[in-house]
């Protein structure tokens, strides 16, 4: 691949930011991939369910510890998605084509509508705040009893917790998702038409 | 309401009937309608609720916005689309409530318009009023293959409803539209038959508990809502308040008056704009067409697909730098319809001086008062089509009307020693999507400061906190409350004094045509709910044909009474609209040719529609006189 990075023009931030957003949007069809649409998030199910698991083990001590239940997927709401980012982002197009041999003026211009398609997307179906409120690059506090799930300890970990450190990336919670209904019996597979013009 | 039940001795009772089992019953919820002619929007208030904490509500409206995929959105686009018996999977146009809907209108109808202009219906609500096409006739899409279903304006204004109602229907099927109290908006600009096509094509989906309200005067009623108790600290007796409302295809101008009535503040709406066909997506079109000139000068011919795409390109770039002085320019790109999107995508910019250049110039120029809009010469053979305004200066537009209206204050006859004088309004309250703009909104609020200032006036101050978007749908919800007796009520009644024309007696001269008089039927002011005494003048029905008069409206004559004859009149103060028509059946001792007497009775109804009666001077009896909405 032939980019300069010493260009100059602002169009270089669309390349970087582009392989970003791409993967970003890719992680959340792997999110997806674990929900459905138009369903509560899972956190507060995850509470009660905590809550039922410890309950029923104190009735049935005599039970071991069962593997956790790993969920199938449902790929609808990925594909319903995909579909989406498609419609408005021209995702896939992007992802599927070569950039070799182009300048990085035309990646820009591709890079400008899958951005703003995919913005548009995001703003639409879900609701996002970051896991953190604290700057980025400023020291915080991890306290004893915090979920490994919404922060994630990196570097040189030892001892115990309350753990020091500096917030290298605040993190994205999806507060609400709002996806479209899909009709029953819909190809969901057919997450962009052939069309052809008569 | 088929021709035949028009023509003759009318369902109306069985329609009232309707209307107060409603009020018995006390209708759960009102419900306001924003028919808009790009987009409507639904609103509700419980009316169970208390006074003082009315909630309104927004119906996000669940539609098609992809196929096989349906989701609630607050606008619900004014569009049809004719699908072609192949084009569509069974299973992708589903709704929640219906597995074969029998329209497809919203988003994917818009959507799939964009692709295939000739099998969509758009702008519905300006064929309404349009007098120059039968408006019961199946002929849009315009200039569509013949094998594409043709529908009429009606019915495309009642699939709309028809939808919504469905869809309110599903989200409540204990307290369905038909039984709550249901708030068409409609332009104050309406002529009297497409008030009543409108509320015919209520009717035909189950309304009949329909009242239609004036956009300018809803989007005041949201605006006292949202004011809560301080609005009657905004505004003080003899304020004037000129409400522009630029919507996505029309602009509508009223005037409301402050007034004080048994020692408390009452609104008056004085004075309606004529009907504008120019709005938002005008000035949308305009910067896409600026791009594309600007396109060809480099050698860039664009398909019809991209000029498209440019223009909803252009919307967003807009709407950024209006909002934003320090951006300099917006770049747009028109991705390729092919999956290559490398090295095919069309990339432009708009500029801000592009921008305040077509719109800020363009749309809103800087002109004086006196000056009003030009009237581009019409072609011998014009083409069918809808009567767009040919002068894009929304401000001229603005001055003409207060030019026009400028003794809607005072009682008598225009003052024509003062032909360039105009209104001053002293409060301005802003509505519709094109002046969320701040810079748009400015501009408008300094010019028409300006001329107030030069004539030696207090400028006018805005009034805000109007929720732009939405306004019209939430002051129609609230005025279905308001109407149930709480809240202040903007009087008006109907915007025009209506007129029959009377050709008279008179020896023939060679090239000349009999001189005209015109009858006043139905006087400026007359409000909802009442019926005015039958003129003294009689007519001749022929019995058993359809007798057809010339029928003419004024907004400037209000001191006209009924039985006014007028003798001459400046050719601007009368508007000439469709003919009317009435048939006196052929029945009891009446026999085909006879000629009987009647007169007629002018009645605006509380649904807000204006009706005329033929009551025969001797006997028993009374037949509707009905707006001709066919083309001669």
Known sequence: MMIDWTLQIPAVFDVGHIFLVTLGFLLLVVLLLKRTPS?????EDDKKSETGASETGEEAPAETAAPPSIKSSQPDSALQLLSLLQKEARLIDFVQEDLTGFSDEEVGAAARVVHQGAKKVVEKHFTLAPVRSEEEESTLTVDKGFNPQEVQLTGNIAGEAPFTGMLVHKGWRVEHITLPQMVEGHDVTIIAPAEVEV | MSEETMNSEYDQEAQEQDRETTAEAGAAYSVGIDLGTTHCVASYVDNRSDELDLVHELFPIPQLVGQGSVEACEQLPSFLYQAHPSELAEEAIALPWASQPDALVGTLARELGGKTPTRLVSSAKSWLCHGEVDRYEAFLPLESPEEVEKVSPVDASKQYLNHIRDAWNHAHPDEPLEEQDVV???????????RELTAEAAYSVGLHSVTLLEEPQAAVYSWIKTSGKDWREKVTVGDVVLVVDIGGGTTDLSLVSVVEESGSLELRRVAVGDHILLGG??????????????????????????????????????????SDDTIDAVPITVPSRGSKLLGSTLRTELTRAEVEETLVQGFFPEIEVTEHPMQARRGALKKLGLPYASDAGMTR?????????????????PDDDDADGF??????????????????????????????????????????????DLAVAKGAAYYGNVRRGRGVRIRGGVASSYYVGIESSMPAIPGMEPPLQALCVAPFGMEEGTEVEMSEEQFGLVVGEPVQFRFFGSTIRREDAVGDMLEHWEPDQLEELPEIEVTLPVEGDRAAGDVVPVRLEAKVTEVGTLELDAIPVEGEGRWKVSFDVRQK
């Open chain 1, 39 to 43: 369903e509560p998030l899972p956190a």
């Open chain 2, 397 to 413: 537009h603005l001055a003409a009307f207060l030019n026009k209206h400028r003794n809607a204050l005072s009682e008598g006859e």
């Open chain 2, 184 to 194: 068409i908006t409609i332009p104050a600009s309406f002529d009297p038959s497409a």
């Open chain 2, 281 to 322: 997506d005008n000035m949308d079109l305009a910067l896409a067409y600026r791009l594309k000139a600007k396109l060809a000068e480099s050698g860039k011919q664009l398909q019809p697909w991209q000029v498209n795409g440019l223009t909803h390109g252009c919307r967003a770039a807009k709407e950024q730098l209006l």
């Open chain 2, 423 to 468: 209104i001053q309004p002293t409060a301005i309250l802003f509505n519709g999507g094109a002046l969320k703009s701040p810079l748009l909104a400015n501009r408008l609020l300094n010019i028409i400061n300006r001329w107030i200032e030069t004539a030696g006036g207090e400028p006018a101050r805005l009034l805000d906190g109007a929720d732009l």
